[in-house]
Nanobody, 127 residues
Framework: QLQLVESGGGLVQPGGSLRLSCAAS????????IGWFRQAPGKEREGVSC????????NYADSVKGRFTISRDYAKNTVYLQMNSLKPEDTAVYYC????????????????????WGQGTQVTVSS
């Protein structure tokens, strides 16, 4: 079974940057669309960004457009989420997930469509 591990979270001041990583062991990520999601206390899990497996096309939630960038390194079997200009409202546990059943050309941001999940990494934006 595909296992995903997130890293790179932490405490950062407003306006700062973090880069999250999503790595897989034993299986290649090449066959999956990969999404980043987040969940703040008392709120539902929401889609942040995703990247398709065939075309590398990306989608972003409106709240992060222009600030976050998703990318994938096939050689390292890792997907990254570069987060710039962070705001306090970005504070949440961030999860990466893999979608095995999409078309592969257009990724989706609905959490229930994803099949495999990591354990999450905490991102806190505070002064």
């Amino acid at each position: 079974q595909l296992q995903l591990v997130e890293s790179g979270g932490g405490l950062v001041q407003p306006g700062g940057s973090l880069r999250l990583s999503c790595a897989a062991s034993r299986f290649t990520l090449d066959y999956y669309d990969i999404g980043w999601f987040r969940q703040a206390p008392g709120k539902e899990r929401e889609g942040v960004s995703c990247i398709s497996r065939y075309t590398g096309s990306a989608n972003y939630a409106d709240s992060v457009k222009g600030r976050f960038t998703i990318s994938r390194d096939y050689a390292k079997n890792t997907v990254y989420l570069q987060m710039n200009s962070l705001k306090p409202e970005d504070t949440a546990v961030y999860y990466c997930a893999a979608d095995a059943y999409s078309s592969g050309t257009y990724c989706r941001l609905q959490p229930h469509l994803y099949d495999y999940w990591g354990q999450g990494t905490q991102v806190t934006v505070s002064s």
